[in-house]
C-alpha cells in the first residue's frame, strides 16, 4: 500500500487549505480512508475518516464543523478541506487505510505525509 499526500502548506490563521491523499495497492473502494496528525512532541492523532463510498463520516471534536473529509473513487483519492484554520492544526497530516469495522484504527502504512504550518 501506497499512501502519498499533498497539499500542505503555511497559512495564517483563519485560512483554508485543501489536502489531497493518492492511494494505490489497494482496493480503495473498499475502505475506511481516514486523517491524523502528528504535531511535534505529541503522538499521532485521528482527525477524519470517511466511509468507503463517501456517504458519512466521522470527526474529532477538535475540527468537527471546521475541516470536511471527502473521496473520489474513481480516482482513488481522500481529500481533507480544512477551514478556519488555528495554530493548534500545526502538525504533519498523513491519510490512511482504516481498518473494517472501526472509525478511528488505521492499518500501520504511513506515507510521508504534509506539513501544516498555521500561523497566528
Known amino acids: 500500500v501506497q499512501l502519498q499526500a499533498s497539499g500542505g502548506g503555511l497559512v495564517q490563521a483563519g485560512g483554508s487549505l485543501r489536502l489531497s491523499c493518492a492511494a494505490s495497492?489497494?482496493?480503495?473502494?473498499?475502505?475506511?480512508m481516514g486523517w491524523f496528525r502528528q504535531a511535534p512532541g505529541k503522538e499521532r492523532e485521528f482527525v477524519a475518516t470517511?466511509?468507503?463510498?463517501?456517504?458519512?463520516?466521522n470527526y474529532a471534536d477538535s475540527v468537527k464543523d471546521r475541516f470536511t473529509i471527502s473521496r473520489d473513487n474513481a480516482k482513488n483519492t481522500v481529500y481533507l478541506q480544512m477551514n478556519s484554520l488555528k495554530p493548534e492544526d500545526t502538525a504533519v497530516y498523513y491519510c490512511a487505510q482504516v481498518r473494517p469495522g472501526t472509525w478511528t484504527n488505521p492499518y500501520d502504512y504511513w506515507g510521508q505525509g504534509t506539513q501544516v504550518t498555521v500561523s497566528s
Open positions: 470517511v466511509s468507503a463510498s463517501g456517504n458519512s463520516a
Open positions: 495497492g489497494l482496493t480503495f473502494s473498499m475502505y475506511r
